[in-house]
């Protein structure tokens, strides 16, 4: 398949997007996934076990319903859902234009239906093509119930497992009412997993083995039912015609943990963030999609400040120790030099005293003789007026640092907060572009005003 890239094989991949594209809008209004069935679903749900080889054999294109691993990779009818593999797909598109055609593809043949274990990228070409068939190596696993292209195996998998998780959980005794229906195959699975890492965690926590009933109970009362309470204060599910909270509620799960792994911040994501992210990405409806796109550029960056803000929060307990402090950075590192000035101030008490300060005290003591004294400076000296984009922790955080910059080693404690404020007013007074700050909103960057690059 070393084959150069063609222009026809350009114009198919851009016909084949284009109907794609046609297939997806079409499902805003079905409600019905485009995905490709996954096989390890089926195998899973259907308890797949016996298989046995065919050999090479003439399948319909049309029978082939699913993929092993690329089942998000193209529409139900094969066609490609994104660019990542364009190259690819117009290599194989060549070939199909060749006279020697394309090579068998592996199938696995469950009932009447195929899934593909390698050649999605032939299969897609070949139904663009309009082709009846395709040669495929073909092993059969026998199939619990008789399965054809004709049946909905969608709703046949679901059924399934919404069985065998109602078995397992006995949720229906344990909180009748409980309302959780899923929409899509593996989901229910997926449920599980949730139920299962909540019973670790609450038994390493107690030190102690609690029941399969008690763990469900917990997770129902504990994890599910306050995600469902914010999906329905933030009336998120009208976005989403077709699903359900518990749908929400799965896809919440997962992409916090993707989040909280993108940034190493496990347990600090907030569900709020996950829900507006989970309104841009995967909303239905196509203008809060393009809407939520460029909001989104600007709060995905937000999001390492946020989780900065969580850890700092919970290493202080600063709100709950003084509600209403106002503290807020807009520059990520500002909460750890925070913490870090915080620490020293406990040190420093600690030696001052002969003994051990609890933190909780160190906490409140930096924030009333350490954080509020310089505050008050700002505030006075209305210092906030040249920087309106900044907060007043900025330049807490600024101050203090420059004031040790200019102590140096044999100075330090000795250079009043007052001189450096005074100093950066007599700095800030000489530059021409001062006066325009607030006309023209721009954020002036503290280190940039001292060096004279504002």
Known sequence: MNMMLTTESATDFTAARQKAFIEEWLSFFTGRPTDLLSFEEVKHNLRLQDSSYKGLQEIELDKIVGSIGRYRDFTRSFLPKNDQTQERWRRVDAVATDLQGLPPIDVYKVGDVYFVRDGNHRVSVARLHNAKTIEAYVTEYKAPIPISKDDNLDDILLNMERTNFLEKTRIDDLRPGHGIELTEPGRYRRMLGHIAFHKHMREMECECEISDEEAVGSWFDNVYTPVVELIRRDTVLRDFPGRTEADLYTWLIVHRARLEKEYNAFGYVPDEDVLENLKRERATNPFARLMGFFRGQLDLKQLPLKVERAKFLEQTRLDELIPNNGIHFTEPGCYQLAKEHIDVHKYLKDVETNSEMP??????SWYTNVYLPVINLIRQRNVIGYFPKNT?????????????????????????????????????SSLPNVGLVSFFGKKLDLASVLNGKA
């Open 359 to 364: 933190y909780a005290d160190a906490v409140v």
């Open 392 to 428: 007043e922790g900025d330049l807490y955080i600024w101050l203090v640092s420059r004031r040790q910059t200019l102590e140096g080693n044999h100075a330090l404690g000795q250079i009043p907060t007052e001189k450096v404020i005074w100093d950066l007013e007599n700095e800030l």
